[in-house]
T-cell receptor, first 114, second 114 residues
Framework: KAGVTQTPRYLIKTRGQQVTLSCSPI?????VSWYQQTPGQGLQFLFE???????NKGNFPGRFSGRQFSNSRSEMNVSTLELGDSALYLC?????????????FGPGTRLTVL | AQSVAQPEDQVNVAEGNPLTVKCTYS??????LFWYVQYPNRGLQFLLK??????LVKGSYGFEAEFNKSQTSFHLKKPSALVSDSALYFC????????????FGTGTQLKVEL
């Protein structure tokens, strides 16, 4: 089975621009979560989507948004980029998001904001 | 709110020696605990999880973890370390408030030397 895939792997943007990142979950997985990883803040939860609905959201400003499609693929969007948005963005998928489910992570998208 | 602490930023061990990476947790309700490993420029790889049952959990690549409810700990162990085990290790706890959010520790850099 193919793992979680994320595109693009690397991205360079300038302040004020917007960016869209894509995540394809493992086949059959319906829950997709997004995390931001930075040296200063570590791994922080952004949001989770299940059956095209946002089920959970972390403490990030409204510039960070996401969506999920009927095939469970997910995108996240960051508008009006700031320097502090430079990070590794990780997507994780799980079967249904039950407490016992394991989240499997993709390789991440490295975003650099100049 | 859930939290996880990894008290050691770095652990050094000689190849062939046993290794332990420490993790303590704080949750309201039943703990659902996970260990992940991250190699440079890669996403997180799932190692093992504790949901319920035996306090000794066996995982991938010869790793195991010991759940101790009285000490609220979930230490990662391996009987004989390999140089290839050198990586960043994260302990995580599932949010009990519903959804699929993981709260991660700050990570422990494991260095296995010849």
């Amino acid at each position: 089975k193919a793992g979680v895939t994320q595109t693009p792997r690397y991205l360079i943007k300038t302040r004020g621009q917007q960016v869209t990142l894509s995540c394809s979950p493992i086949s059959g997985h319906r829950s997709v979560s997004w995390y931001q990883q930075t040296p200063g803040q570590g791994l922080q939860f952004l949001f989770e989507y299940f059956s095209e609905t946002q089920r959970n959201k972390g403490n990030f400003p409204g510039r960070f948004s996401g969506r999920q499609f009927s095939n469970s693929r997910s995108e996240m969007n960051v508008s009006t980029l700031e320097l502090g948005d430079s990070a590794l963005y990780l997507c994780a998928s799980s079967l249904a998001g039950y407490f016992t489910d394991t989240q499997y992570f993709g390789p991440g998208t490295r975003l650099t904001v100049l | 709110a859930q939290s996880v602490a990894q008290p050691e930023d770095q652990v050094n061990v000689a190849e062939g020696n046993p290794l332990t990476v420490k993790c303590t947790y704080s949750v309201s309700g039943n703990p659902y605990l996970f260990w992940y490993v991250q190699y440079p420029n890669r996403g997180l790889q799932f190692l093992l999880k504790y949901i319920t049952g035996d306090n000794l959990v066996k995982g991938s690549y010869g790793f195991e973890a010991e759940f101790n409810k009285s000490q609220t700990s979930f230490h990662l162990k391996k009987p004989s370390a390999l140089v290839s085990d050198s990586a960043l290790y994260f302990c995580a706890v599932r949010d009990t408030g519903g959804g699929n959010k993981l709260t991660f520790g700050t990570g422990t850099q494991l260095k296995v030397e010849l």
